[in-house]
C-alpha cells in the first residue's frame, strides 16, 4: 500500500501565494491534485506525468498553478499564485500507477488525506 501525505495547506489572501506539498511512500507513476468544497464534488485541478514532462490544468488555474514533482524525494507539489476566493476548498494530492495523467478521479488508484486552503477576500 502506498501513503500520500500533503502539507502546506492554511489561509492566504486573495492574490496571495500558497504551495502545497505531497510526499508518497515508495514511487509512484502520473501524481495530481484535486480539490473538494464543501457540498461539492471532487474536482480535477492539475496533473503531472511520470517523467514530469507533461502537465494538465483544469481552465481556471491555468497560468496562476505550477504542478512540480521531485522522483528522487516522490514529491508532488502545487503553486498557487494568484489566489482567488473559489480555491476554498481540501485540496487531495493523488497518484496512480500508471505514467500517463487524467483528469477523472476515479483514474487514481491513492489519495491523501487531504489539506484545507482557504482564500480570505
Known amino acids: 500500500q502506498l501513503h500520500m501525505v500533503e502539507s502546506g495547506g492554511g489561509l492566504v489572501q486573495a492574490g496571495g501565494s500558497l504551495r502545497l506539498s505531497c510526499a508518497a511512500s515508495?514511487?509512484?507513476?502520473?501524481m495530481g491534485w484535486f480539490r473538494q468544497a464543501p457540498g461539492k464534488e471532487r474536482k480535477f485541478v492539475a496533473a503531472?506525468?511520470?517523467?514530469?514532462?507533461?502537465?494538465y490544468y483544469e481552465d481556471s488555474v491555468k497560468g496562476r498553478f505550477t504542478i512540480s514533482r521531485d522522483n528522487a524525494k516522490n514529491t508532488v507539489d502545487l503553486q498557487m499564485n494568484s489566489a482567488k476566493s473559489e480555491a476554498t476548498a481540501v485540496y487531495y494530492c493523488?497518484?496512480?500507477?500508471?505514467?500517463?495523467?487524467?483528469?477523472?478521479?476515479?483514474?487514481?488508484?491513492?489519495w491523501g488525506q487531504g489539506t484545507q486552503v482557504t482564500v480570505s477576500s
Open positions: 503531472i506525468n511520470w517523467s514530469g514532462s507533461i502537465t
Open positions: 515508495r514511487p509512484t507513476g502520473a
Open positions: 493523488t497518484a496512480r500507477k500508471l505514467a500517463v495523467i487524467s483528469a477523472r478521479p476515479d483514474m487514481y488508484d491513492y
